[in-house]
């Protein structure tokens, strides 16, 4: 995916909301402490500016400022999955593309015989039978436990022996899936993934052999994620828990949170125009169900990354560039004169073209001068 580097963004948003400032400066022809040239409805005081363009009044108001930009960014599932046979035989079953296969059903079959998907982190690497003992016996008593085979009682939790319980458990599952009730596991017979699968390719087709150690099928968790392709020069702009709002491809919008950052920075992709290497952020939607039924789609995430409360608020483009790197405003009194006041900047809003300003000769409630374009 061509990502732009979108926290770039918000600083070029700024640069130019200053080289613009600077620009009504210059165009009024400079301040008045340099002319001295009169207003419309009032007396040039010390330190005011000249407005050549037509100009209107903004109100300086006291209120919370939030700083956002906009991401490119993708919709999708989070985690991938692959699907490696253990059995011999002929594939005689396979699941859909786009079908959810979960803990206790069939994923697929090998000459007639179900291969049943457990949830675990240990893949299947041997048979399991009675008296054996490790992390994939653990997760075998578990699965039996949450499918309702065993108690807790029979089984309880962290029991990493195969017992005379997991025997029985365990036969009940093979009969229940249309397997010989044996109560050991053979190789083969069970995949164990970390959750739910979403199926999203088949590799195999139905009726060719069943091969040891192939992939049979490849998918995803039911689990919806937005993944954003960030400039790794801007990691610290982010942290996980930020809030952010995600613009669906039909221009829906729905809430999410950060809930990944990554560490590692990767080149960009080839034929992608960005230059910088990137890192993954990952976002967690809030109401999953609001994000449609897009297998994988382009959407915009539009992060907080910033927040400020009772603080003064001017329009950025009410601000004046002064030589040497300081920033004012042209405040209008309720006498109609204008002046310069010097004004400190904060927390800008790309989003509402506003910006957090101090200053000891500002206060809420005043006039100040904005630019009509």
Do not use: C
Request: aromatic fraction near 4%; charged fraction near 10%.
């Amino acid at each position: 995916m061509t990502v732009e580097p979108g926290l770039k963004r918000l600083h070029r948003r700024k640069a130019f909301w200053l080289i613009f400032a600077a620009v009504v400066l210059i165009g009024t022809g400079v301040a008045g402490e340099l002319t001295g040239s009169p207003f419309p409805g009032g007396t040039s005081g010390a330190g005011a500016a000249g407005n050549a363009g037509p100009t209107g009044l903004s109100t300086v108001t006291r209120q919370s400022l939030s700083s956002q930009t906009e991401l490119p960014a993708t919709l999708g599932y989070a985690d991938s999955y692959s699907v490696v046979n253990q059995a011999q035989g002929t594939i005689t079953s396979l699941p859909a593309v786009g079908r959810v296969v979960s803990q206790g059903q069939v994923l697929y079959q090998v000459s007639g015989a179900p291969v049943v998907l457990l949830y675990g982190q240990t893949p299947a690497y041997r048979a399991l039978s009675e008296g054996m003992t490790g992390a994939d016996v653990a997760g075998l008593n578990a699965d039996l436990v949450a499918l309702g085979d065993a108690t807790h009682t029979e089984l309880p939790s962290g029991t990493d022996g195969f017992t005379y319980w997991t025997k029985v458990s365990l036969g009940k599952l093979q009969a229940a899936v249309g397997d010989t009730p044996t109560g050991t596991l053979f190789l083969g017979q069970a995949v164990f993934l970390p959750a739910a699968i979403r199926v999203t390719a088949v590799s195999v087709t139905l009726g060719g052999p069943a091969q040891v150690g192939q992939t049979v099928l490849s998918g995803t968790s039911t689990t919806r994620q937005v993944s954003i392709a960030l400039d790794a020069s801007q990691q610290s702009e982010v942290a996980v828990g930020d809030k952010v709002t995600i613009t669906l491809p039909d221009n829906q919008t729905t809430p999410g949170r950060i809930s990944s950052v990554g560490t590692v920075a990767a080149a960009p992709a080839p034929g992608s125009s960005g230059t910088s290497p990137t890192i993954t952020v990952l976002v967690e939607p809030a109401n999953p169900a609001a994000t449609g039924t897009w297998d994988q789609a382009p959407v915009n995430v539009t992060v907080t990354t910033g927040t400020v409360s009772n603080v003064l608020v001017v329009p950025v483009d009410a601000l004046l560039a002064r030589p040497g790197g300081s920033y004012a405003v042209e405040v209008v009194g309720t006498d109609g004169i204008h002046h310069l006041a010097s004004v400190t900047l904060g927390l800008f809003d790309d989003a509402d073209g506003l910006v957090q300003v101090s200053g000891s000769q500002l206060e809420a409630g005043q006039h100040v001068v904005v630019p009509q374009l």
